[in-house]
C-alpha cells in the first residue's frame, strides 16, 4: 500500500508541476548557476573562495537539496579526503586526511571540529553526536587541514562548519521540503521541513523559524528482539531565531534551537545472518536530545568588525549496547549509559575591515563542559530468571556515576600583510590552557555474590563460571573519587604564502600545526573484572602533536566555466592518540603512540562544455602509515610498523546534470552523482596486550561506488525531483566497528531508495 502511495504522490507531482505558472521574474533555482562565485568565512572574514589560501568545499542549499543531502553522510562523500565513520544515526566520526588510527575513536577528542554556527558540536567518539538537519543553512563548509588558530584543538585535521541562515529583515519568506522515499519493498520514509521568515519592524526586527520532521522505517530485521525493520528514525525539531538591529553599526541575533534524535535500533549487521540482518538482546540505543541558546552581538566599527557569540548547550543522550559478543554471547552482558552535557561557549573577536596591506583577526575562546554518565551493567530480566540470580533489584549488576569536567581558554590572532595585489604572507597563533578532570560520585554499587561457596564473586566471574543458584548484595557503595586533573598549553601555529599570478589563479603554500586536547580514562587504574592479570587502564593520553605542509592552486577560468582546485600535502603526526581495548573485558583506553606520516593529493573541478551542461569532479589520494613504534606502544596498542592507517587510499565522485526547458515557464534537470571509496583498514591489526596475537574484529571495508540520479522539475518557486539512491542496491560494507563486544559490527551503504522531493521557495 505504501508503495502505491508513493508512486501515487509522484504522478500527481509530475502532472501538477505546470499549474504553478505566475508571471514574470525569475525562479530562485534560475538565479543559481554551477559556475557562479560562492563567498565563504572561513577565514573569518568574507571572502571569494578562490582567494582562500586553504583547501575549502563549501555547499549552498539549492546544492544540498539537489544532491539530497541532509546530513553528515552526503557532506563527506561529497568532499574529497574524507571519510565518513558511522556505524549508525547519531555516531558521525569524520576522518579528513588519513589522521585516524580507527573509525570509532572511543574515548578520543574527534580529529575533526565540527561547528553549528559558534557552538563546537564534536566530542569524544563513544558519545552520540546528533546528526544536525541542514535544512535552511547559508552554507556548509569543510576545512581539510589543521584549523588550529581559528577553529581550536578540536580541529587536527579540518572543520566543519555548518551556518544557518539569519532572519531577512526586509522581505517575508517561506520555504519547504517534503521527501517521500521507498527503502527496499516496505521500508517508507518521510521528511518534512518548513522556514518562515516575518520582518517584525522593517530593516529592524525580524523572526526565521524552521521546523522539520523525520520519520524513516529501517532496513534491518533484528534477529534477536524479533523486530522488522528495527532501526527506525524518528527524528524532530526546529530553530527560531530574532535579528535585532538597532543601528547600521550594531545587530544582535538570538538562536534557539532544539532537536531530538531517537533511532529505535543500530544500523550495524552481521552479514554472516543474511542481508539486512542484526543482532542483539535489546535494541541497541543511541538517541540524543539538544537544547541550544545563542547570542551573538555584532558591532562594526570604522576599522574593524567586534563579534561576540555567546551560547549554552544542554544534551541529553543515551548509549544503550548489547555486549555479550565479549564473551561469544555466552551470557547476557550489556551496557545502558546516559549521559549528560552542559556546555558553555564565549567567543569574542575583532576583525579589520579598514582598507590597507595590514589585516588581522584577533579574539579570545573559553569552553567549559560538565558531562555527566551513569553507567548501569547489566544481565536480563530472562537471564537472571534462567540462572536463579537473586538479590538485584532489577537487571542492573553494577551502577557507576561519574562527571568529567572540561576547560578551554585560549587566545588567537592572524595577521596577514599584501606586499601587493599578488602576493601576500598570513600568519596566524593560538595559544590555550586546557584541562580535563574526571570524577566518580558517591553511590551505586557492584553486585558481589553472598552464596556459600562463591562469596564475593561478582556477576561476570559468575556467569562465566556457569554458576546457578547464586544470590548477589548491593550494599557496597562506592566512595568519591576525584581523578587525576590533565592539563595541556599549547600553541597551534600557522604561516601561509599566497602569490596570484593573475586574476584568475591563485597559488598559497602552507605551515600548520595541530594537537588534541589530554584525554582522562574514565577507568583509570581499573582492573578486569574477570581476569587480574590483564591490563591495568592507563591514566589517559598526552596531547598529540600534528605538522602540515600543504601548496595548493585554485583557477577559476573562461568567467567561471572551469573551476580547478588542487592541493598536495605532506603530514607529520607524532605522540599519536590511540584506542585501544582490554582484551579480557573490552574496556575501553587512550594512549600514546609513536609516530605516523600522511601524504597526499586533492583536486576539485567544475566545467560547463556547453549551455545547460555542468560536469563536475573531485578526487583525493592519500598514503597514511605508521612510522614510528616502540615495543612497549606496539604491545598496549596492537599497532603495526608500517601499518596503513584508517582512510582509503582513492576515493572520488563525479556529478553531471543536464538543464531543459520544459514549455517557457517549467525547467528541467537530469543529474547523475557518482561515489569512488576504496577499503581501508577497520583498526590497528594485533590484539592490545598481546601483539603477536592477530585482532579477532580486524578488517578492511570494501571499495564500492554509490550511484543516484535524479529528474527534477522547477517552476517559479515550486520544485519536484524524482530520485533514486544507490542505483544499483550496492549492499558494500562501508564501516567496520573495532571492537568485539558487538555481535553486529558492520555498516552497509542504505539499499536501493527510489523517491519524490517537492519543494517550494528553494
Not at 563460571?465 to 548477589?472: A, C, D, E, T
Request: negative net charge; charged residues 20%.
Amino acid at each position: 500500500m505504501r508503495g502505491r502511495l508513493l508512486a501515487s504522490a509522484c504522478a500527481v507531482t509530475l502532472f501538477t508541476v505546470p499549474a504553478f505558472a505566475q508571471d514574470g521574474g525569475e525562479t530562485r533555482a534560475e538565479a543559481r548557476q554551477p559556475g557562479d562565485e560562492i563567498v565563504v568565512t572561513a577565514t573569518r572574514r568574507e571572502e571569494r573562495i578562490q582567494d582562500v589560501p586553504l583547501s575549502i568545499s563549501a555547499f549552498q542549499q539549492e546544492e544540498l537539496t539537489e544532491k539530497g543531502i541532509v546530513g553528515f553522510e552526503g557532506i563527506a562523500r561529497e568532499t574529497p579526503g574524507v571519510v565518513l565513520n558511522r556505524p549508525t544515526q547519531n555516531f558521525n566520526n569524520f576522518t579528513a586526511r588519513g589522521i585516524a588510527t580507527n573509525g570509532y575513536n572511543a574515548n578520543l577528542q574527534s580529529s575533526v571540529a565540527v561547528y553549528i554556527d559558534e557552538l563546537p558540536v564534536s566530542t569524544i567518539g563513544n558519545t552520540t553526536v546528533v546528526d544536525p538537519n541542514l535544512f535552511d543553512v547559508e552554507r556548509v563548509e569543510f576545512l581539510r587541514g589543521p584549523q588550529g588558530t581559528l577553529f581550536g584543538s578540536g580541529s587536527l585535521s579540518g572543520a566543519m562548519r555548518i551556518l544557518t541562515k539569519a532572519p531577512d529583515l526586509n522581505h517575508f519568506d517561506m520555504a519547504g521540503l517534503a521527501d517521500l522515499g521507498l527503502t527496499g519493498s516496505d521500508s517508507f520514509r518521510q521528511r518534512y521541513n518548513l522556514m518562515l521568515n516575518i520582518p517584525v519592524v522593517n530593516d529592524r526586527i525580524a523572526v526565521r523559524a524552521v521546523g522539520f520532521y523525520r520519520h524513516e522505517e529501517g532496513y534491518l530485521d533484528n534477529l534477536g528482539t524479533g523486530v522488522h525493520n528495527s532501526n527506525t528514525l524518528v527524528n524532530w525539531g526546529g530553530r527560531i531565531a530574532t535579528l535585532f538591529k538597532p543601528t547600521d553599526r550594531l545587530s544582535i541575533k538570538l538562536l534557539a534551537s532544539y532537536e531530538d534524535s531517537d533511532p529505535k535500533d543500530s544500523s550495524l549487521t552481521s552479514p554472516a545472518l543474511g542481508r539486512e540482518r542484526r543482532f542483539s538482546d535489546q535494541p541497541d540505543r543511541f538517541t540524543g536530545k539538544q537544547t541550544i541558546f545563542n547570542a551573538t552581538l555584532d558591532y562594526e566599527f570604522d576599522f574593524a568588525r567586534l563579534t561576540s557569540s555567546t551560547t549554552f548547550s544542554d544534551f541529553d543522550q543515551r548509549f544503550y549496547v548489547d555486549l555479550g559478543g565479549t564473551f561469544g554471547n555466552t551470557i547476557a552482558f550489556g551496557l545502558d549509559a546516559d549521559a549528560y552535557d552542559k556546555v558553555w561557549v564565549q567567543e569574542t573577536r575583532l576583525v579589520s575591515s579598514f582598507d590597507g596591506p595590514l589585516q588581522f583577526t584577533l579574539g579570545g575562546f573559553y569552553l567549559h563542559r560538565r558531562r555527566d554518565v551513569d553507567y548501569f551493567y547489566r544481565a536480563s530480566p530472562e537471564f537472571l530468571a534462567q540462572r536463579n540470580y537473586t538479590g538485584l533489584p532489577d537487571q542492573y549488576y553494577q551502577k557507576l556515576y561519574t562527571y568529567q569536567i572540561n576547560e578551554e581558554l585560549a587566545g588567537f590572532g592572524e595577521v596577514s600583510y599584501r606586499f601587493s595585489n599578488r602576493f601576500w604572507l598570513t600568519g596566524g597563533m593560538r595559544y590555550g590552557r586546557i584541562s580535563a578532570q574526571g570524577f566518580t560520585e558517591a553511590g551505586g554499587y557492584l553486585a558481589l555474590a553472598t552464596t556459600p561457596g562463591f562469596t564475593g564473586l561478582n556477576y561476570l566471574v559468575t556467569a562465566l563460571s556457569g554458576l546457578p543458584n547464586v544470590n548477589f548484595r548491593i550494599d557496597n557503595p562506592y566512595a568519591a573519587v576525584t581523578g587525576v586533573k590533565a592539563k595541556g598549553t599549547k600553541p597551534s601555529w600557522k604561516l601561509s604564502a599566497t602569490f596570484k599570478p593573475s586574476d584568475e589563479l591563485t597559488t598559497y603554500a602552507t605551515f600548520s600545526t595541530g594537537f588534541r586536547a589530554p584525554i582522562v580514562n574514565a577507568r583509570a587504574g581499573a582492573p578486569s573484572l574477570t581476569n587480574p592479570n590483564d591490563i591495568i587502564i592507563p591514566y589517559g593520553a598526552d596531547s598529540d602533536d600534528l605538522k602540515s605542509y600543504e601548496i595548493g592552486a585554485k583557477a577559476r577560468f573562461l568567467n567561471g566555466l572551469v573551476t580547478i582546485n588542487a592541493a598536495a600535502y605532506l603530514i607529520d603526526w607524532s605522540n599519536i592518540q590511540a584506542q585501544a581495548n582490554r582484551l579480557s573485558d573490552q574496556v575501553q583506553f587512550a594512549t600514546n603512540i609513536g609516530a605516523a606520516r600522511s601524504k597526499g593529493f586533492e583536486l576539485e573541478m567544475g566545467v560547463i562544455p556547453a549551455k545547460d551542461v555542468f560536469l563536475g569532479l573531485n578526487v583525493a589520494y592519500n598514503d597514511a602509515k605508521i612510522t614510528e613504534l616502540s615495543a612497549a606502544e606496539a604491545a598496549i596498542s596492537g599497532a603495526v610498523l608500517g601499518h596503513r592507517l584508517s582512510a582509503p587510499r582513492l576515493q572520488g565522485a563525479v556529478f553531471a546534470s543536464y538543464g531543459f526547458d520544459l514549455g517557457a515557464d517549467t525547467r528541467a534537470t537530469l543529474a547523475v552523482n557518482a561515489q569512488y571509496v576504496g577499503g581501508f583498514n577497520s583498526s590497528f591489526p594485533n590484539t592490545p596486550g598481546n601483539p603477536n596475537l592477530r585482532l579477532a574484529t580486524f578488517g578492511e571495508t570494501d571499495e564500492y561506488v554509490n550511484t543516484n540520479i535524479s529528474l527534477g522539475f522547477k517552476r517559479r518557486d515550486f520544485g519536484a525531483q524524482f530520485y533514486v539512491e544507490n542505483l544499483f542496491d550496492d549492499h558494500s560494507v562501508v564501516y567496520i566497528h573495532p571492537e568485539a563486544f558487538f555481535t553486529s559490527r558492520f555498516g552497509t551503504l542504505r539499499p536501493r531508495t527510489v523517491g519524490v522531493r517537492l519543494s517550494y521557495g528553494i
